[in-house]
């Protein structure tokens, strides 16, 4: 079975650009609407002017009655959702003890409080239409810790722990709720400096595949999962990085450090 979303209305949270910009051309080329919704307003716009059936729409995921607004709005428009990334957020790379109250709020609010209030009022008109597919992007950090990334780390191990939590509530529905476990990806996030070639490699050959991932490759796992071949796909966590979360590799060449 093919990861059709012919005649599918789709919202992706921070489709903007990176990874989120990819799903977005990925829903529309399996023949998605898709409903790009983020902060970044020109380049959101940008992208919807190039991706047929798109629209761009501003939305602060952290914002409560922003969500509100915005699925009054499209529903309106198309009359149902049945699909939602939940893919906007933001890195914050700071040891536990510089973590400020402000720190906080603003990456909790991003990345966790977001994703919440998107299944809570998508969620609402998914449930009633009795079918729906929500995927929440964790990270690999969601599934192991990391050091000076605390406040990062905490939200992607939240929003693991609330997909189950909606996979079940949901489920009953007719919704299927998953998240996306990301290693590193060739996003500007990811790839801050915009490195190329082996510079940007570099950095990855403890990665068991020894590269960076792609913004497609993890587009491409959305799609599945929000698909009917993913039918039966329901409170799942889906590592997607090179085999990071599996164990990192060690060189058994002479010289090189032990396998552990």
């Known amino acids: ?58 939305l602060d995921v952290s914002s409560e009655p922003a969500w509100e607004a915005f699925v009054a709005t499209v529903l309106a428009s198309h ?91 949901f489920g009953h529905h007719g919704v299927r709720v998953n998240s996306i476990h990301p290693g590193g990806v060739n996003t500007v996030m990811g790839n801050p400096g915009g490195a190329t070639g082996d510079a940007l490699q570099k950095d990855y050959t403890m990665v068991p595949l020894q590269r960076i991932g792609e913004p497609h490759e993890i587009a491409a796992a959305s799609l599945f999962l929000c698909s009917d071949a993913a039918s039966y796909i329901n409170g799942a966590e889906l590592a997607v990085d090179g085999g990071w979360s599996a164990g990192v590799y060690h060189s058994m060449l002479p010289g090189g450090p032990a396998a552990r």
């Open 1 to 58: 079975m093919t990861a059709s979303m012919t005649g599918r209305i789709a919202i992706i949270t921070g489709g903007a650009r990176g990874m989120g910009a990819a799903t977005v051309r990925a829903f529309a080329g399996a023949g998605a609407t898709v409903i790009i919704a983020d902060v970044l307003d020109a380049e959101g716009a940008a992208l919807a002017a190039d991706v047929p059936g798109s629209a761009f729409h501003h």
């Open 79 to 169: 009359g149902r959702i049945d699909a939602l990334v939940n893919n906007a957020a933001i890195l914050m790379f700071k040891d536990i003890d510089s973590l400020t109250s402000d720190d906080l709020d603003r990456i909790l609010g991003i990345n966790l409080k977001g994703p919440i209030f998107g299944m809570k009022h998508v969620g609402r008109a998914m449930k009633a239409a009795g079918k729906g597919a929500i995927v929440n992007i964790s990270s690999v950090d969601g599934l192991r810790g990391a050091n000076g990334l605390g406040g990062y780390a905490v939200t992607k191990w939240g929003l693991r722990g609330i997909s189950k939590t909606a996979a079940i509530e």
